[in-house]
């Protein structure tokens, strides 16, 4: 089955800070989405981004279909921001091990 | 209303105990899913319904049993569970079973403890 790599696997911001989450996936896709997931458990959807740019607030996200990989850009964390992210390929219902953020004040 | 709802949103049962999670969304999607997810691991398939039909069972032990009685309702019953099922349930839907381009949403999870 397709492979859905994230990195970095945690990340430690202070409040203010931009960064970069990444996804690599091992073949062809035509649905990816972006996912934060709460302290809660609860999977809030960012982006369902299967190629191009998009931008929300502060996040967007880019996705190259052709080199197999999708980053997530979040601009001027902060302490909400902190949970963890994922990616995953929604049509094979296949996750990464998602990123843990940690935006400290 | 881009809502799935999920109930209960805490459970705790013994191990001879049956129980049952639901899972409810009115967005008109035709594909609800289950997926469990352990303590800092991602979410992990466990059944696909379409159109009502269970189109995927990813070898989940029959102690699980998917029950979708309408277009909008998908129940998790629950038997005989063993202390590993401890986890979070999580239901999603999406608009259009098969499609390649589905965008899925997710309910807020049922955090389950098997005694």
């Known amino acids: 089955g397709i492979q859905v790599e994230q990195s970095p696997p945690d990340l430690i911001l202070q409040e203010g800070a931009n960064s970069t989450l990444r996804c690599n996936f091992s073949?062809?896709?035509?649905?990816l989405q972006w996912f934060h997931q709460n302290p809660w458990g609860q999977l809030i959807n960012l982006f369902y981004?299967?190629?191009g740019t998009k931008q929300n607030g502060r996040l967007s996200a880019t996705t190259v279909a052709t080199e197999r990989y999708s980053l997530l850009y979040i601009s001027s964390s902060q302490t909400t921001d902190s949970g963890v992210y994922f990616c995953?390929?929604?049509?094979?219902?296949?996750f990464g091990d998602g990123t843990t953020l940690t935006v400290k004040p | 209303d881009t809502e799935v709802t999920q109930t209960p949103k805490h459970l705790v049962m013994g191990m001879t105990n049956k129980k049952s999670l639901k899972c409810e969304q009115h967005?008109?999607?035709?594909?609800m899913y289950w997926y469990k997810q352990k303590a800092k691991k991602p979410p992990e398939l466990m059944f696909v319904?379409?159109?009502?039909?269970?189109?995927i069972n990813e070898s989940v032990p029959s102690r699980f049993s998917p029950e979708c009685p309408n277009s909008s309702l998908l129940n998790l019953h629950l038997h005989a569970l063993q202390p590993e099922d401890s986890a979070l349930y999580l239901c999603?839907?999406?608009?259009?079973?098969?499609?390649?381009?589905?965008?899925?949403?997710f309910g807020p999870g049922t955090r389950l403890t098997v005694l």
């Open positions: 999603a839907s999406s608009p259009i079973p098969g499609v390649l381009t589905d965008t899925q949403y």
């Open positions: 073949d062809s896709v035509n649905n």
């Open positions: 981004i299967p190629s």
């Open positions: 995953a390929v929604t049509g094979k219902s296949t």
């Open positions: 967005m008109g999607h035709r594909a």
């Open positions: 319904y379409s159109y009502e039909k269970l189109s």
